[in-house]
């Protein structure tokens, strides 16, 4: 891998399950940028977000995106908002491909079941809160996006072939 491959979409879309296998088929390797907020800070994602709010987070967020940026070449799971913010959408065109694994608000709900453990699902019923944050972000996605993998109806072994196959022609 001589670029980045970002991986960026809904929570439950399969990017933390995807990347490690796409990684594989790459020869390269893995890296969840908030796996680097939780280890630069020492706090979970969710204590982190009830701490010290969505805007402390999402300054997180984007540190952990310019430092994997400038890394070794990795196949990249954001956080599902990272696209919010513009920088990291530059960020991540300048030092790679941008694949955006797509979903139904259904097919996420099923994934994330109760929601337990994600800070934007906390009190509400997790498909119609999904359906209101894809509504939010999906013009943000599809402009950040090299490619789109719909995942609905395919195995994160399929996503990964995909992904692979797109890369390797791209």
Avoid at 44 to 69: N, P
């Amino acid at each position: 891998m001589d670029r980045h491959l970002w991986l960026i979409g809904m929570m439950g879309s399969g990017k933390s399950v995807v990347g490690p296998l796409v990684a594989y088929r790459l020869a390269g390797t893995f890296v969840d940028t908030d796996a680097v907020v939780v280890s630069n800070t020492g706090v979970g994602i969710d204590e982190l977000w009830e701490r010290d709010g969505e805007t402390a987070f999402r300054r997180l967020e984007t540190a952990a995106v310019a430092d994997v940026a400038d890394g070794p070449s990795a196949v990249v799971a954001t956080g599902g908002g990272a696209v919010i913010d513009p920088v990291n959408v530059t960020i991540m065109a300048a030092s790679g491909a941008v694949v955006w694994l797509r979903a139904t608000p259904e097919t996420l709900s099923r994934r994330v079941g109760d929601g337990s453990g994600r800070p934007l699902l906390a009190g509400n019923v997790p498909v119609d809160r999904l359906r209101s944050i894809l509504e939010e972000r999906s013009a943000a996605y599809e402009a950040a996006a090299d490619l789109i993998v719909d995942t609905d109806d395919l195995v994160a072994e399929e996503i990964a072939e995909a992904i692979e196959a797109w890369w390797n022609e791209s």
